[in-house]
């Protein structure tokens, strides 16, 4: 798709009013110089590779108990920060501590990126939200002074419209968001990529980790086709560099907490949905998915927030019409309440979305701004295992996946001691089931030697292992090489 001059690529602005002036709309030229400045942004974006050191990933958690995830020097984590405006607006040190304890815990976790999923205020009135978006700004001022690439995603919280209605969307104009964290806030970092229209309620980075690129791409509010359009476009030109791209999408609204797409309409399903907020031309979470993430297969990661209902963390996957996985979560813990039922104003929850590819998975955990581990046994899940996005799925093995070859949950969950785990077979395989704690130690493995096609199940003993989430995983393997894992998660209580 070729850029016009009303949809700009704000990569460093001045030069790029300057390059579109010379274009003087001439179509042809302002493609060739919107793919000369991408090539000049990757360029620059590679040259600033740091070291990736070793991996500690240790979870301080005082509350509860200590929580190691196991990594490689190929695993990396990705933060995301809930809805934070009710936390601006009540709890003003609980905000400042979450940037904090990222700062402090970079190296632990080989933090890489950090996307903020909107709600910057609670109310944009001329006077307390000022105040408000000054308090969220002081929290990203920690993250910036790291260097960290981030975003911040523009809620419905967040538009100047709410002066008159809280919450209340109407016009898309979003001054005091852009007052502080305008393009002006990422002058001279080279993981900026650029801005729709020079405002960051839509816009993008870039950054590698290792050998392979990242891209984030943030869009606005249930966006409008418009933006789509200015998106599409700027996948298009990267894609023209670097084909094997991968693209994370953030945006306020998308996922709802029952696992389902925001449709439009105005019945109990479309709640807190674009029509909600005057938005009908907007598109939906369903729109969204149709007319642009489905179409883009470098696109394997979609985050959201927005949906405040329990439970506060999920997801779901679907494969896209280029046969490749993509994992869509959402997760907003801005009304999480105590045991009483007492506001907590998000509690400092935020979730660490750490990406393993040599384990072909992603994996979600929840924990608060002193590193305790979102509580056991608490409304809604604190962590996820999810699959490695940016897999091809052939009709064939989409096949595998859904049908013949099947793990299930297990059951009952949670258990007292013993619990059994079904699974089906395509055709005869060698397989096992291993058991890990939370750790991923493996405590148990069993060779269940070579099984015939078909449905099966066994039986785990647990009773000599201490409470908590552990994870199984089966493994099988045919006679002609075709290899199957999956892996679930199981809860013992005792």
């Known amino acids: 798709m070729v850029m016009t001059p009303t949809e700009p690529i704000c990569i460093n602005i001045k030069l790029t009013q300057h ?8 179509r042809r030229t302002i493609r060739r110089l919107s793919e000369s400045i991408l090539i000049l942004l990757f360029i620059f974006s590679f040259s600033v590779i740091k070291s990736e050191g070793q991996i500690n990933n240790v979870f301080a958690d005082t509350a509860m108990h200590k929580q190691v995830l196991s990594g490689t020097d190929s695993d990396f984590t990705i ?19 979450m940037p904090k304890w990222v700062i402090n815990n970079i190296s632990n976790f080989n933090v890489k990126a950090v996307i903020g999923l909107g709600d910057n205020s609670n109310c944009a009135d001329t006077n307390s939200s000022t105040n408000e978006f000054k308090e969220a700004s002081k929290g990203w001022d920690l993250i910036s002074s790291s260097h960290l690439p981030y975003v911040i995603c523009t809620g419905n919280h967040d538009y100047d419209s709410s002066v008159t209605s809280c919450g209340q969307v109407g016009s898309r104009e979003a001054t005091r968001f852009n007052k502080f964290f305008g393009v002006n806030r990422y002058s001279g970092e080279t993981w900026f990529g650029g801005a729709y229209h020079l405002s960051t309620q839509n816009y993008f980075i870039t950054f590698p980790i290792q050998n392979q690129q990242y891209v984030i791409l943030a869009l606005e509010f249930f966006p409008r086709s418009s933006v789509l359009k200015w998106a599409q476009g700027i996948l298009d030109s990267i894609n023209n560099i670097h084909p094997d791209i991968k693209v994370i999408l953030a945006t306020h609204a998308y996922l709802k907490t029952d696992g389902s797409l925001f449709p439009h309409g105005s019945g109990s399903q479309a709640v807190y949905g674009p029509d909600t907020y005057g938005l009908k031309s907007g598109n939906s979470g369903e729109d ?14 979609v985050v959201s927030g927005h949906d405040p209902r329990p439970p506060y963390l999920k997801d779901t996957v679907t494969v896209n019409a280029s046969g490749y996985n993509v994992v869509q979560m959402v997760s907003n813990f801005q009304d999480y309440k105590d045991s009483n039922g007492n506001d907590t104003w998000g509690n400092g929850y935020m979730v660490l979305l750490k990406f393993s590819p040599s384990k072909d998975s992603l994996y979600a955990t ?4 002193t590193g ?27 096949l595998i996946e859904n049908k013949d070859f099947f793990l299930s949950q297990n059951y009952p969950n949670p258990f007292y001691q013993s619990t059994t785990i079904g699974f089906d077979l395509k055709e005869n395989a ?30 785990v003993d647990l009773s000599n292992y201490k409470n908590g989430m552990y994870l199984y995983r089966l493994n099988a393997i045919t006679s002609n090489g075709e290899k199957y894992t999956s ?8």
């Open 19 to 26: 390059l579109l002036a010379r274009a003087n709309g001439n």
């Open 79 to 97: 933060v995301l920060f809930p809805d934070i405006q009710n936390m601006v607006d009540y709890a003003q040190p609980l905000w400042e501590s």
């Open 288 to 301: 969204l998915w149709n007319n642009f993430i489905k179409m883009n297969k470098n696109i394997g990661v």
């Open 366 to 369: 929840t924990i608060d701004s």
């Open 372 to 398: 305790r581990v979102y509580p056991t046994g608490a409304t809604g899940e604190g962590s996820l295992t999810m699959p490695w996005p940016w897999t091809i799925i052939t009709s064939e093995n989409q």
């Open 430 to 459: 060698t397989v096992n089931l291993d058991i890990f704690n939370v750790l991923e130690e493996k405590v148990q493995e069993y060779d269940l030697g070579q099984m015939k096609a078909g449905s099966h199940s066994s039986t």
């Open 487 to 494: 892996m679930k998660q199981m809860i013992l209580i005792k």
